[in-house]
Structures are given as structure tokens and as C-alpha cells.
């Protein structure tokens, strides 16, 4: 059975640091790019960092600088550090393969940012 877990998420002041995980299980982890999607109240879900399985990465510009993907593909899992916050990263954040979404979305982890 798929399942992609995501926690790390909180509530931070502006200018502040977060370090999102996601646990994938039942999916060919390795060999899937992957990605970060959030999602804000009244929007609709974007894809904000991206990462290949070895290791390129790409960055929405409104997070470029200052978000920064990782993966251990050996425990399934992937990482987003997210650094020098804004209160328009409050988000509901979720992770699925990318560009293409192939797996049901988990339950994501909100990021509350307070300014």
C-alpha cells in the first residue's frame, strides 16, 4: 500500500527555520523524482521544490534561496529545509512525485509563519 507521511511542520516566527520530512512506503522511492507542494488557504496546490533521484534540484522563484530539498533514498525518505520564512509560506505542505503526481496525497504538515 503507498503512504506518504509528512511531519516537521509548526508554527514559526518570520525569518525563521523549518525541516520538513516525508516517509515514503510501497513506492519505488529511488528512482521517482520528487517534490514539494504547497498548498494555501483559498489556493490552489503548487509545486515548490523539486528533486531527482540524483539529487538535481529545481526551486519555485518564490522559494528559490531559501528552501532547500534533500533525499536518502536508501530510507525512502525526503527532506525540505526551509529557512528565512515569510508569512506567505503558511501552507499546508505535501510531497508526491513531480512534475506528475502518480500516488494519493498524504495528509501533508501545516507551516504556520506569524509576522
Known amino acids: 500500500q503507498v503512504q506518504l507521511v509528512e511531519s516537521g511542520g509548526g508554527l514559526v516566527q518570520a525569518g525563521g527555520s523549518l525541516r520538513l520530512s516525508c516517509a515514503g512506503s510501497g513506492i519505488i522511492f529511488t528512482f521517482n523524482t520528487m517534490g514539494w507542494y504547497r498548498q494555501a488557504p483559498g489556493k490552489q496546490r503548487e509545486l515548490v521544490a523539486a528533486i531527482t533521484s540524483g539529487g538535481g534540484t529545481n526551486y519555485a522563484w518564490s522559494v528559490k534561496g531559501r528552501f532547500t530539498a534533500s533525499r536518502d533514498n536508501d530510507q525512502s525518505t525526503l527532506y525540505l529545509q526551509m529557512n528565512s520564512l515569510k508569512p506567505e509560506d503558511t501552507a499546508v505542505y505535501y510531497c508526491?512525485?513531480?512534475?506528475?503526481?502518480?500516488?494519493?496525497w498524504g495528509q501533508g504538515t501545516q507551516v504556520t509563519v506569524s509576522s
Open positions: 508526491n512525485t513531480a512534475p506528475s503526481t502518480y500516488y494519493p
